[in-house]
Every structure is written in C-alpha cells, then in structure tokens.
C-alpha cells in the first residue's frame, strides 16, 4: 500500500486534497483537516501532493 | 553527484509559508521546483529575482540563489543580472501588480529585447499583498477595495501583449493544471529568448471573497471549468464560451535573443577598433 504522510505543522484545512484526489483517498476530520481513509486506493498519481498549497503531503516517498 | 529531488529545490525549514489558506502560490512555487529539479540545473547557477507581493515573498522558500528587488522593478535587476553574467539562468517572479501593472513597462520591453529570462507572472487578478485593490488584470466590473460597485476598466490579456511584443516563449497555465505547468515552466526556462508564462490562480482571501467565488476549492474549480486548452477542437474554432481563457503554449518562435545580438555588435565594435570591455 502507498504510504500516504499529511504534515499537520503545514497544512492549511484548504480542503484541496480531499476535493480533487481521483480516488478519492482522503476524508475530513471536523476542522476540515484531510485524513486518510482509503489509503488502498491510492495509485500513487501524486496530484494530491502536486495541488497542496502548503507541501504537506507524502505520497510514495522515503519517510522523514 | 546524486540528482537533487524537487523538494531540494525548496528551503524547507523557510515552511510553513506565510500565503493564506488555499492560495495559489504555494502550488506555483511547487511547479517551479519540479522544473527546476527536472533540469537539475545547479542551485547556485539559478538566479530567482522578484519583486514585492504575495508571490513576490517565493525566493524566501527556494534554495536557489536570489535577488528580492522593489515592487514593479523586477525585470530591471533581472535585465542587469544577466547582462552582466550570461551563463546564469534568471527567473524573474512577479505578481500581476509587480509584472503588470506597475511593472508593465519593464515587461514589454523585457519582450521586445527577448532577453533570455523567464517571468512567471501570477495573476491572482488584485493585490493580494496589500489588501486586495484592482491590478490591471482585475476583470471588468469585478469588485475589488478599490472597486467596490465594480471595475470600470478592461484588464490586460497579457499573453497577447507579450506575445506582440516580440517575446521568443507565451505560456499561460493554472494551479490547477499542475503537470502542464510544470511542463510550461520547464520549457520556458530552456528557451532561449524572453519567456513568460502566466499562471492563473485563485486569491481566496481578497479577490474571491469580495466576488463571492466561494472557498478555494470552489476557485479551483472554476479555473477546471473556465481553461481551454489551445490544442483542443473548441480552441481551433475559436469560439470559446464567456468566461473561458486559453491554456497551453500560446507563442513559441526562435528569434535571436539579446545576448547574441549584444554579443554580434560588440564583435562588429571590437572589429572597427572602438570597443575595449
Ligand atoms: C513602489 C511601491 N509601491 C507600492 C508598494 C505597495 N505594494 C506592496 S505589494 C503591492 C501589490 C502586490 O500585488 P501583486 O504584485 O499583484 O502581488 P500579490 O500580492 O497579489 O501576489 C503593492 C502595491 C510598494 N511596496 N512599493
Ligand atoms: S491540500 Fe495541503 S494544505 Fe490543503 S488540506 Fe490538503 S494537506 Fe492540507
Ligand atoms: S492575500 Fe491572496 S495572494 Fe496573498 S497570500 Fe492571501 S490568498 Fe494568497
């Protein structure tokens, strides 16, 4: 499975992510923050990380 | 020398930014570093020039080398940048205020000279950075805080006036196109002559608020819904609906630039005995 980091220290809750992922990967929690939900879904097509504004997403990358 | 990732591009203890929630520069710049990184030009050999704006404040977040000017004069400090030192590649990034309005001089006639720089204007169509008032890509009748019943003047096309002005590379994309602006980017900064590209891109804080465009996912949709890109059939009749604009590259030609030119007089100068540099 694609491993799939949100930097909470960077993201803004523009809401970006969640709208636009083709798979439709991520929920919201309740200040709009995405979460990961369907984490098996993701194809790892990087537009989730390409479209945040605030370079707070990891997809696929060696981990930090 | 292992190759340098996007993300070395970026200074990323700079992070988090200081751009609004939802604001398109922070993608822009992203689409800058993938360039820069596909190129895997050098860091120290790419020389970011701005201005002052929102989208002025970008080299503060990149690694590359940088020079932060004054507002509207970007393309001036760029111009002696790389009159002075050719070899460098000078990337000249302006918000629309910076780049055309009050800055609009510097940018045709960056054009016409086709000096070798690549602008990256970002039409957020206000000032974002000082609380919103109208730019000269601020559409008719759109309301900004120094429009408030609405624009009573024509925004600039920008791409067409560049192109007109003799610029070697016209490219207009979105933040919500992201690989086709990655592709813009990279591909202006190889051309050799004066390259623009115009990326279009939501300022929710002012400029949607005060038009009531709703959150930044909503401008990111519009921006969706609104390009055309230039190589589609709606594109070649040349009927496009209201509100829609082109995306793509809108002007590519291999005019000599003005390194070359400069470099011909002065041979033609050294020749006749008048030129000691
Ligand atoms: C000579 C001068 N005039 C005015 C200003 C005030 N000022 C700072 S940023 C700005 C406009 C910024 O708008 P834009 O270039 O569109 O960039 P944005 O903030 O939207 O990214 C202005 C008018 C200034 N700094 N210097
Ligand atoms: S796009 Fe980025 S800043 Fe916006 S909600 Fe997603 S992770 Fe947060
Ligand atoms: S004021 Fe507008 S342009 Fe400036 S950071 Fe906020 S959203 Fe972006």
Known sequence: MTRININPRRCK?????????????????????PVVERAEKCTACGLCVMRCPDFALEVGEKGK | MPALSWREYLDEKMLPHLWCPGCGNGI???ALTRALAELQLPRNKVVVVTGIGCWGKADDY??????????????????????ARPELTVIVLMGDGDGATIGGNHLIHAARRNIDLTAVVLNNQNYGMTGGQVSATTPVDAVTSTTRYGNPERDFDLCRLVDAAGANYV??????????LDRLIRDGITKKGFSFIEVISPCPTHFGRRNKLGSAVEMMKALKTRAVNVNSPAAKTGELPA???????????DDPDFTARYAAVQQKAQAKGGFSS
């Open chain 1, 13 to 33: 809750h523009c809401g970006i992510c969640i709208a636009f992922c083709p798979k439709e990967v991520f929920g919201a929690d309740y200040r709009g923050a």
């Open chain 2, 171 to 180: 490219a207009r994309g979105t933040v919500y196109h992201v690989p086709q």
């Open chain 2, 243 to 253: 509100g829609a604009f082109l995306i793509g590259k809108l002007a590519d030609r």
């Open chain 2, 62 to 83: 990149l690694a590359t080398s940088a020079l932060h000017g004054t507002h509207g004069r970007a393309l001036a400090f760029a111009t002696g940048v790389k009159a």
């Open chain 2, 28 to 30: 822009a710049l992203g």
